[in-house]
């Protein structure tokens, strides 16, 4: 009989209990045959890549949980607040952001994919960190003054490097 075929209940196809004792049984073979395949990705890993490949790799161990040790060992560790960009014109900050991603992608691409959020937003705050508020806002308070065809003029100049 197949599942998509009962359409009634009968003693046939009672639904029975599972006791606590089984469900622990259950659950340790379970975690078995997870570690054991865990073993069996490792070595085909190994027969495809070669034990070169894995040496001063430590080996994971299923029953560790890695996040709980890593916050850990960082919770001592005093994080920068992140800086005021609220004085930075919207149009501004996506670009500054754009920009990041660029940076991201052109030079460091090959880090793998968690890393991407983090490099950009490092990049992204530095820039914000390392600009000065005054000068920013003397800029902005200039270009309002300029005609269209000056602020073209001034990111030529800036492309250019006349």
């Known amino acids: 009989m197949k599942i998509n075929e009962i359409t009634e209940f009968n003693e046939q196809t009672k639904i029975f209990e599972i006791s606590e004792l089984e469900l622990n049984e259950y659950n340790e073979q379970t975690k078995i045959f997870e570690k054991e395949q ?6 085909h890993y190994i027969d495809e890549y070669g034990e070169e490949c894995i040496k001063g790799i430590q ?5 560790i949980d890695y996040n709980k040790l890593l916050e850990e060992r960082v919770k001592h560790v005093k994080h920068e607040p992140l800086p005021d960009d609220s004085f930075i014109e919207e149009e501004d900050k996506v670009n500054l952001a754009k ?12 880090y793998p994919y968690p890393m991407n959020e983090v490099i950009i937003e490092k990049l992204y705050y530095e820039c914000i960190r390392n600009l000065n508020k005054e000068d920013y806002l003397r800029e902005k308070e200039e270009l309002k003054n300029k005609s269209v065809i000056e602020k073209q003029l001034m990111k030529l100049d800036k492309l250019t490097g006349l």
Not at 100 to 110: G, I, L, N, P, S
């Open 38 to 43: 865990f073993n069996i990705q490792t070595d």
């Open 59 to 63: 080996a994971t161990d299923p029953d």
């Open 99 to 110: 920009a990041a991603t660029f940076k991201y992608e052109t030079e460091f691409k090959y």
